[in-house]
């Protein structure tokens, strides 16, 4: 059964910084792409960052280019996201995901895995 499992979120001040982690299991970690998506509430889900199978190829989304980094472990089977400068509009629900594919896409509905999220706060 694949698990994927954040940690590392909680409250900062605006202009702080905050490292999540993803820690998958029970799946080709390395054959995989992987995704970070967050959800405020009363606003849909929305893609933050993603990361090809070897860590080559990254995105991001508009909002958080030059503020957040992706990166994966494959040795670790781990995907981390830095997020600096953080702002209040980034207070969210982070979700991890994985797809079963190597390529990374923009569409949470391409994804076939999900970890329960982790809260980040960020206080003005």
């Known amino acids: 059964q694949v698990q994927l499992v954040e940690s590392g979120g909680g409250l900062v001040q605006a ?3 905050l490292r999540l982690s993803c820690a998958a299991s029970g799946h080709t970690f390395s054959s995989s792409a992987m995704g970070w998506f967050r959800q405020a509430p009363g606003k849909e889900r929305e ?25 994966r472990d494959n040795a670790k089977n781990t995907v981390y996201l830095q997020m600096n400068s953080l702002k209040p509009e980034d ?29 980040v706060t960020v206080s003005s």
Not at 48 to 71: E, M, N, P, Q
Not at 97 to 118: F, I, L, P, S
């Open 15 to 17: 202009g702080g910084s």
């Open 47 to 71: 893609f933050v960052a993603g990361v090809s199978w070897s860590g080559r190829f990254t995105y991001y989304s508009d909002s958080v280019k030059g503020r957040f980094t992706i990166s």
């Open 91 to 119: 207070t969210a629900v982070y979700y991890c995901a994985a797809r079963n594919t190597m390529g990374v896409v923009t569409e949470g509905k391409m994804y076939h895995y999900w970890g329960q999220g982790t809260q």
